[in-house]
């Protein structure tokens, strides 16, 4: 009996199916409206939320949030429908039936197939949300987060990518039909962003978390050799402290006076141990250890963080001031319109005596 579907491999069974009623162009139309829908709000609330953002993180923002929407609504979609999708008229299922003109698997409920989108939906897509909230934040976890996000999409993909092609090669089996825009335009293009971006961004978040361990040992990130044991016993929070470190240093845009790489040797040991004199001026004022983000150019003041909050250590006098805003961008911005004397920050009193 001739099957009545145009699906590869021929002759193999999709029970209930049923053709869709939507032409190609009406599915696709409405799969690329519904994604500028997207991107242009969630480009909106970054923007708002913040006004700093730059571009690589925007666009960074953008790709995440549109590949939550789609982990979670369409791959979510088939991994509670996957075993009556091939009869629904429902819009994403024939977005699905669609689709699988480049990969009958789909509809023949497969289980690697059902599988692999079921992690992909369950748990990239929230993450992705997640992730993208992060970069828009600022949160220390972003790059940690953003490497294990982006290596499970580029394994799912290569897995995916890996299957198909063993069949084919080792079985002859071929689940695509021959035209060209099905096998190249569907499966090999759409599939291939979540191999070179994750890729990209992976690149990304392993030289900036580099960055942030060379920084604590003062050598370069690009000279692993250099990098010897890392003691973080002093402190239960060193690791955020770290990864917030070497991200807000290889990301942030200090005020006109002010640098993120002291070239002085002593500015190192004044914060390496729990003896060393940033360190105590912190335990002084009753705080956790400090993390330097900058310093004014005459090695005066500088900016260091505690937990989730920001300080002014001031030398000439030996004081510490607390900023009322918990947002460094925000700090930096009104350092660079109107300088420290623009930002409310409150005296601390110590606890114990500073040692002058």
């Given at each position: 009996m001739t099957p009545d579907h145009a699906y590869y491999p021929v002759g193999v069974e999709?029970?209930?199916?049923?053709?869709?009623?939507?032409?190609?162009?009406?599915?696709?139309?409405?799969?690329?409206?519904?994604?500028?829908?997207?991107?242009?709000?969630?480009?909106t609330i970054a923007t708002n939320a913040n006004p700093r953002i730059t571009i690589p993180e925007l666009s960074q923002v953008l790709w995440f949030t549109l590949c939550g929407s789609i982990h979670?609504?369409?791959?979510?979609?088939?991994?509670?429908?996957?075993?009556?999708?091939?009869?629904?008229?429902?819009?994403?299922?024939?977005?699905?039936?669609?689709?699988?003109?480049?990969?009958?698997?789909?509809l023949t409920s497969h289980a690697f197939v059902m599988s692999m989108e079921s992690i992909t939906a369950w748990c990239w897509g929230p993450l992705s949300f997640v992730l993208a909230s992060f970069i828009v934040t600022d949160n220390p976890f972003?790059?940690?987060?953003?490497?294990?996000?982006?290596?499970?999409?580029?394994?799912?993909?290569?897995?995916?990518?890996?299957?198909?092609a063993f069949d084919f090669l080792v079985y002859g089996i071929e689940y695509s039909r021959p035209e060209g825009y099905?096998?190249?335009?569907?499966?090999?293009?759409?599939?291939?962003?979540?191999?070179?971006?994750?890729?990209?961004?992976?690149?990304?978040?392993?030289?900036?978390c580099a960055r942030a361990f060379a920084e604590v040992k003062g050598v370069s990130a690009w000279n692993p050799l250099e990098v010897k044991s890392l003691d973080l016993s002093h402190s239960s929070?060193?690791?955020?402290?770290?990864?917030?470190?070497g991200y807000l240093s290889a990301t942030i845009n200090p005020p006109p006076g002010w640098t993120v790489y002291p070239?002085?040797?002593?500015?190192?040991?004044?914060?390496?141990?729990?003896?060393?004199?940033?360190?105590?001026?912190?335990?002084?004022?009753?705080l956790g250890p400090g993390t330097p983000i900058m310093e004014d150019d005459q090695a005066v003041r500088t900016i260091f963080q505690s937990g989730d909050r920001y300080y002014l250590w001031d030398r000439k006098p030996?004081?510490?001031?607390?900023?009322?805003?918990?947002?460094?961008?925000?700090?930096?911005?009104?350092?660079t319109k109107d300088g420290l004397r623009g930002l409310h920050m409150e005296a601390l009193s110590p606890v114990l005596d500073v040692d002058h």
């Open positions: 999709i029970p209930s199916y049923v053709p869709n009623e939507w032409s190609t162009l009406a599915l696709v139309s409405t799969f690329a409206l519904v994604c500028i829908i997207v991107l242009t709000a969630a480009k979670l609504i369409l791959e979510g979609y088939y991994a509670l429908n996957f075993a009556t999708l091939p009869g629904s008229q429902h819009v994403l299922a024939q977005l699905w039936k669609e689709y699988s003109m480049s990969d009958s698997r789909y972003r790059h940690p987060l953003q490497i294990i996000v982006s290596t499970g999409q580029l394994y799912g993909d290569i897995l995916y990518y890996g299957t198909c099905y096998f190249y335009g569907y499966f090999v293009l759409l599939n291939g962003f979540w191999i070179v971006i994750p890729i990209l961004l992976i690149a990304d978040s392993v030289r900036a929070s060193a690791i955020a402290q770290l990864f917030q470190h070239t002085y040797a002593a500015y190192k040991e004044e914060w390496e141990g729990l003896d060393s004199q940033g360190q105590t001026i912190a335990q002084c004022y009753g030996n004081s510490v001031h607390e900023f009322a805003s918990q947002n460094i961008h925000e700090i930096l911005s009104t350092m």
